[in-house]
Nanobody
Framework: QVQLVESGGGLVQAGGSLRLSCAAS????????MGWFRQAPGKEREFVAA????????YYPDSVKGRFTISRDNAKNTAYLQMSSLRPEDTAVYYC????????????????WGQGTQVTVSS
């Protein structure tokens, strides 16, 4: 079992940066692929970033590619999402998730989810 807690969200002006953290409790953090998803009001949850168990592979959708970076520190049981050049359309609740697979961009393959952290980007 894995428990995930996100932190680092807040209010930022367009063009600014934020770093989100996802602290994991439980056993064998390095056995899980990690991902970030987001959900804006009235919208479905969407994939943002994924990183493999070892941290060697990452994947991003076009909407955030070149602006967001996912990483992990297995020794600290923590995953991160560094966000830069933020836009108002990035406003959403951001969720950290853990998958028993090595690497996944599919919500259905994620087994554990954090509570979410709000990111608001103002114009």
């Amino acid at each position: 079992q894995v428990q995930l807690v996100e932190s680092g969200g807040g209010l930022v002006q367009a063009g600014g940066s934020l770093r989100l953290s996802c602290a994991a409790s439980g056993r064998m953090f390095s056995n899980y692929g990690m991902g970030w998803f987001r959900q804006a009001p009235g919208k479905e949850r969407e994939f943002v970033a994924a990183v493999s168990r070892s941290g060697s592979s990452t994947y991003y959708p076009d909407s955030v590619k070149g602006r967001f970076t996912i990483s992990r520190d297995n020794a600290k049981n923590t995953a991160y999402l560094q966000m830069s050049s933020l836009r108002p359309e990035d406003t959403a609740v951001y969720y950290c998730a853990a998958s028993r697979t090595t690497f996944s961009i599919r919500q259905s393959e994620y087994d554990y989810w954090g509570q979410g952290t709000q990111v608001t980007v103002s114009s």
